[in-house]
Nanobody
Framework: QVQLVESGGGLAQAGGSLRLSCVAS????????MEWYRQAPGIPRELVAS???????NYADSVKGRFTISRDNAKNTVYLQMSSLKPEDTAVYYC????????WGQGTQVTVSP
């Protein structure tokens, strides 16, 4: 069993920044591929960024150059630093990993005003 708990969402103005955090339970975190997804109303959930156990990262084209995913294995935490925010970044952001099955956090709302 893996529990994922996100935090750090909120309201930001366009051009601003927010940092999301996701804390994972258990001792196997350092082996996990960790991902951030987001879902806006009426739009399918989309992969935003991922980071492997070795630290390799991948980003959706829509956030490249603006978002940075990172991890701190000592804290069982993955981060999503979001800069140059746009109103279209407004969504619920979810932390995700897979260990025999999918695990999702509860989500954290990010709202970007024009």
């Amino acid at each position: 069993q893996v529990q994922l708990v996100e935090s750090g969402g909120g309201l930001a103005q366009a051009g601003g920044s927010l940092r999301l955090s996701c804390v994972a339970s258990g001792s196997m975190f350092r082996f996990f591929v960790m991902e951030w997804y987001r879902q806006a109303p009426g739009i399918p959930r989309e992969l935003v960024a991922s980071i492997t156990a070795g630290g390799s990262t991948n980003y959706a084209d829509s956030v490249k150059g603006r978002f940075t995913i990172s991890r701190d294995n000592a804290k069982n935490t993955v981060y999503l630093q979001m800069s140059s925010l746009k109103p279209e970044d407004t969504a619920v952001y979810y932390c995700h990993t897979t260990l025999l099955r999918d695990y999702w956090g509860q989500g954290t709302q990010v709202t970007v005003s024009p």
